[in-house]
Structures are given as structure tokens and as C-alpha cells.
């Protein structure tokens, strides 16, 4: 893969364009080196070339008229002083006939030059070379000395091409700083053509980096029409709308996640790689585990229940919606588990919902139990009182003793039923809240002296003793006194009841900083542990020593209006080392 590169772009666009226009004015300074060079070479051949001419007429007379040539050197040396140049005159078989830098004697035969054989055959010449007799490169023009239609010598001009070399670098350092001068020119607006061209892209790559970093990107200006204005305006519509939509989904994702953190039924999302990809707080409490350890886990490591996996599979091999019913154990909770094929998020997707069935299996449980309790409460007197009537209907009604003896336990059992009917309909108020309690600050002590002196009689008869222990100075307490009394009556007449005589109730009251403590402990036969959890149950009553006479609703009645009061009742018991009953009340402001 291609390594990105860091530079930013209007950096590297201005670089490209620098190393274009380098490249251009190197080429361009290099053809206008080369021209010019070829130019100056072109006239300065045409300049020796007229002068030769200038010099032909002032010498052809002279080589018209024959030997002796000894005024052409006075003539020649004149010239070359006036051109700057070196004058040789040939004869046609190549002798140097006379010669302006030295004597024409001591100079070899010139007949092997090529402008002189050129010049010979009645042609102008040229050539460049290195020069034997001067020893340095010359530039040479020759051109044929026509005497009538006969070619009577060579006329040749010769210039060191050193000065051809100063002034091509003279012409090239001019060109060399021109060109310089323009490419930094050029490099500058390059540079701001650049940074101009590339400020929209720059200024769409911050409102990008400010989308992904979640901040509120600004507009972009309007710069201009072209193409780079039109991709920002685009880019702008596009993440308005993008930021709606995610801004829209964001909306119902946190809807969902409100719906689903808030459920009571627990939710669990399994892919199409068996992997748990969403799950919500109702299934982590019923299966007892904690989200980092869920999420992207395999279905069978989450539950950990095999009801729930064949459901689960079940459902994504017949691509159908299952249920079942079962009890998870060994945390005995009781569910209905739904499994839900999900064909449009993806293939082999399943929904399961899990409905926590445990408090309406209680309530079912409860509510057979009240049937039966109050079935068997009712039918006890009931056959009683059948069978008592079919008595007296049997002739017992001539017996006058018989009958007052059936009719009087007669009489007692419609009682018993009567408060049995009385106690459904007080329970049933309290429950539904119908019962208003009248508050008001109250003593402790009040409450218990009232208690015990209402039951002292009872107490006397079966030869128990009644003790009253208060803290000093208690707070009042924020209660119903009727009502409290009637729990405290209840609490009492239990204790007497199951309290052998000689025994000793005592009633006690105690400070804890937001309420007051109170508590009933006798000497009696005790609560079996396996029953001491439920003995404010409806119509509950204990196998042995406490299943004599009684509802079995008292307690039940005590700990809802403990509770309406704000407070809470328990009790604690040794089985035949007596049992002690607890309530609190909250303390009045």
C-alpha cells in the first residue's frame, strides 16, 4: 500500500507548479542561450564576410597587377587595425602571400585548409578550428580574389573565438538572471495561485475533521464559481443533511436505549455468529451476569441455560417465532422466553425476550394458598354448624338442654365465622389503602401502658406476668394510636396465648436516631426457624405449638399497618426459648 504523504496540498501542488516553471525557464534560458549564441555567430560571420569584400576591393588591384605583393601589407595591417581581425592572403597553390600577425615567410602552405578549398572553387567559406600559427580557436571567413573570371588568391579574415566565448557568457549570465528574475516571480504567484486555488479544499478538510471530531462546523464562505466552490457548496448541503440524519438517529437510538434500559423484560440480540450483540439491563439481573462479560460472547457462554439455547436454535433453524415457559436453576426464577427471527438486520439474526414470570408465579402461588386457607377456615365451622343443625332437625330440639347446649356452640362458631369475615374485610381495606390513619405525636410509653392494662386481666388468668422496661425520656413517635393499639393488642393476646402459665411478657421501648423500637418477647414454646419467615402470611399458622384457635390474619393485619406507617415488624425466635416481636415507628418531627 502506497504511503500518504504528510505535506499538505497546496504545498505540494506549489511544488509541482515550481518544479514546472524551474523547468521551463531552464529550457527556455537554455534555447534562448543557444539562439542568441547562433545569432551573434551568424552576424559576426556576416560582418567578417563584409569585410572582407570592403578589404578585396581595397587588395584586388594590387593582386590584379602581379608580383611583387609588398603593398598589400601596408594595406592589410591598416584594415585589421580598423576590424580587429587577422588578414591572411593565399595564392591559389595555398603560399601565404602576406599576413597580418606575422611574417608570410616563416607560415606553412594553407592549401589543406578546408574554407581556402572551399574559397578556391569561387565559394564564400567558413569554418571554426584551432589555428597552428596563433595556437588558440579561430572563427575564419574566406572568399575567393577574382581577377577577371579567374580566381587570382584567397581573401581570408580570421577573429579568436575566445571573444565569441565572453560574449556568450556575457549573454548568458544575462539570460541566466532574467530567467531567475522571472522564475522567482513566477514561484510567487504560483504560490499565491496556489493558496488561493486550494483555501476552499483546505477550509472543506477542517469542516470534515470538525464533523468527525463532533464539533459544530462553520459555513463555508463563497469563493468564486468554479469547480472547488461547487464541490464545498455540495459538501455543505451533503453534511447539513447528514448531520440531521445523524442527528436524527442518534434521536432514536436514545429512545431505544431509554426503552430498553427501562424494561422489565429482558432483551438479548444474538448475530449470525452466535454472539450476544445487544443485551439490556432486565436479562442481566435475570441471568445473573454483567455486561463487559455479555457483549460479543457466544449465546451458550451468556445464558448458560439449555432452555433457553434449543429455543434459540429452534427458532433460527425453522426461521420462526418459538416460545416456551421454564424455571431457571438454581435461582428458582421463573420465565417465558420468546425467540424472534430478525430476516431484515441480517440471516441467522434472533431476538430473545425474557419475561420474568417469578412474582406472578408467587402471586398464582398466593393466591391458591388464600383459596385453600380460607377454604379450610370456612369449612371447619361450616360442618360444625351442619352438623348441629341436623342434630336439633334429629329430635335433639325436644331435648331443652341438648338444644340451648347446640345452640349455644352454635352461637360460638358464628362468631368465630363472623370474625373470620371481619378480619377478610379489615385486611382487604388496609391492602387497598381505605383505611385512613389519623397521625399524631404520641408517647411510647402511652401506647404500651394501654396495651398492657387492657390485657391485664387476660394475662392474670392464665398466671402470667406482664412487665412493662421503657428507655428514659423517649422521643414520640408519628402514629394512629388506634391502630398501633390494635397491633400491640394483637401482638399481646399471640404471647399470652402460646405463653405457659407462670410465664412473664415483656414490653419494652427503645430510641434508634430516626425511630422507636418496640417489642413484645414472652417465655413461650418459640417458632420453629423453617416457619419464621412466614408467619405474617394470611391464614398462616405453625405445625405445633402455634396451630391452636385463631384466623391465622392477625399478623398479616400487624405488618400492613406497621408498614403504612412507614415502619417494619419482624420477629426473632429460639423454638422452646419464647419469641420475641419487633415493630418501629418513625419519629415525629
Given at each position: ?88 592572403i ?28 572551399e574559397?578556391?572553387?569561387g ?37 579568436p ?12 549570465r ?10 522567482l ?52 448541503t ?18 431505544l436505549e ?60 425453522s ?50 394458598d ?42 360460638r ?27 399524631r ?58 405463653t ?10 427503645r ?11 414472652d417465655?413461650g ?8 419467615n ?56
Amino acid at each position: 500500500m502506497m504511503k500518504r504523504s504528510s505535506i499538505p496540498l497546496h504545498w505540494r501542488v506549489a511544488g509541482m507548479y515550481i518544479l514546472l516553471l524551474v523547468i521551463a525557464f531552464s529550457l527556455l534560458g537554455l534555447i534562448l542561450a543557444h539562439f542568441l549564441n547562433q545569432s551573434y555567430l551568424n552576424m559576426l560571420q556576416k560582418q567578417l564576410f563584409s569585410d572582407t569584400y570592403l578589404i578585396n576591393e581595397q587588395i584586388n588591384p594590387i593582386i590584379a597587377g602581379g608580383p611583387p605583393y609588398t603593398p598589400l601589407e601596408a594595406e592589410i595591417q591598416t584594415s585589421a587595425k580598423l576590424i580587429s581581425a587577422r588578414i591572411t592572403i593565399i595564392l591559389p597553390d595555398g603560399t601565404v602571400i602576406a599576413e597580418t600577425t606575422q611574417s608570410p615567410d616563416g607560415l606553412e602552405n594553407h592549401l589543406s585548409r578546408p574554407e581556402i578549398q572551399e574559397a578556391l572553387k569561387g565559394k564564400e567559406a567558413t569554418a571554426s578550428r584551432y589555428s597552428s600559427t596563433t595556437r588558440i580557436p579561430m572563427l575564419y571567413t574566406a572568399i575567393p580574389i577574382l581577377v577577371g573570371n579567374q580566381v587570382a588568391g584567397v581573401l581570408r579574415l580570421s577573429v579568436p573565438q575566445s571573444y565569441i566565448s565572453q560574449n556568450y557568457r556575457l549573454i548568458g549570465r544575462l539570460i541566466f538572471i532574467s530567467c531567475l528574475i522571472s522564475t522567482l516571480v513566477a514561484i510567487l504567484f504560483a504560490l499565491l495561485l496556489t493558496n488561493h486555488t486550494t483555501r476552499p479544499l483546505r477550509q472543506l478538510t477542517t469542516r470534515v475533521q470538525a464533523m468527525i471530531g463532533e464539533n459544530d462546523p462553520e459555513a463555508l464562505p463563497r469563493l468564486g464559481g468554479d469547480e472547488v466552490y461547487r464541490l464545498s457548496q455540495a459538501f455543505d448541503t451533503l453534511s447539513s443533511q447528514l448531520i440531521s440524519q445523524i442527528s436524527a438517529l442518534q434521536n432514536e437510538r436514545t429512545k431505544l436505549e431509554v426503552v430498553l434500559e427501562n424494561m422489565t423484560d429482558g432483551v438479548i440480540m444474538v448475530d449470525n455468529h452466535d454472539q450476544v450483540v445487544l443485551i439490556n439491563p432486565a436479562a442481566l439481573k435475570v441471568f445473573q451476569i454483567d455486561l463487559p462479560s455479555a457483549l460479543y460472547c457466544s449465546l451458550v457462554e451468556v445464558v448458560r441455560h439449555h432452555q433457553v439455547v434449543d429455543l434459540w436454535e429452534k427458532c433460527k433453524t425453522s426461521v420462526k417465532a418459538q416460545n416456551n415457559t421454564f424455571e431457571l436453576t438454581p435461582s428458582r426464577v421463573f420465565i417465558q422466553a420468546f425467540a424472534i427471527p430478525l430476516p431484515l438486520i441480517g440471516p441467522d439474526y434472533v431476538l430473545l425476550v425474557i419475561q420474568d414470570l417469578t412474582r406472578v408465579q408467587r402471586l398464582e402461588t398466593v393466591r391458591r394458598d388464600f383459596i385453600s386457607n380460607i377454604s379450610h377456615e370456612l369449612r371447619t365451622p361450616l360442618a360444625s354448624l351442619k352438623a348441629l343443625a341436623e342434630t336439633l332437625q334429629e329430635g335433639a330440639l325436644e331435648d331443652a338442654p341438648a338444644a340451648r347446649r347446640f345452640l349455644s356452640q352454635m352461637d360460638r362458631e358464628i362468631d368465630n365465622l363472623a370474625q373470620l369475615v371481619q378480619e377478610l374485610l379489615e385486611l382487604s381495606r388496609i391492602e387497598s389503602g381505605k383505611v385512613p390513619l389519623v397521625r399524631r405525636p404520641i408517647q411510647p410509653a402511652e401506647l404500651l401502658q394501654e396495651a398492657m392494662n387492657r390485657m391485664s386481666m387476660q394475662a392474670d388468668r392464665a398466671s402470667i406476668h406482664l412487665q412493662l422496661n421503657l428507655d428514659e425520656e423517649l422521643p414520640t413517635v408519628q402514629a394512629d394510636p388506634i391502630r398501633i393499639s390494635q397491633v400491640l393488642l394483637n401482638l399481646l393476646h399471640n404471647a399470652i396465648k402460646f405463653t405457659p402459665p407462670g410465664g412473664k411478657i415483656i414490653l419494652n421501648a427503645r430510641s434508634r436516631p430516626f425511630d422507636v423500637i418496640f417489642s413484645i418477647q414472652d417465655t413461650g414454646s418459640g417458632i420453629p426457624s423453617q416457619d419464621l419467615n412466614r408467619i405474617f402470611e394470611r391464614f398462616y399458622k405453625t405445625d405445633r405449638s402455634r396451630s391452636g384457635g385463631g384466623t391465622g390474619l392477625g399478623l398479616s393485619i400487624a405488618r400492613h399497618l406497621i408498614e403504612a406507617h412507614g415502619g417494619r415488624i419482624w420477629a426473632e425466635s429460639t423454638e422452646g426459648s419464647g419469641s420475641t416481636f419487633y415493630f418501629s415507628l418513625p419519629k415525629s418531627n
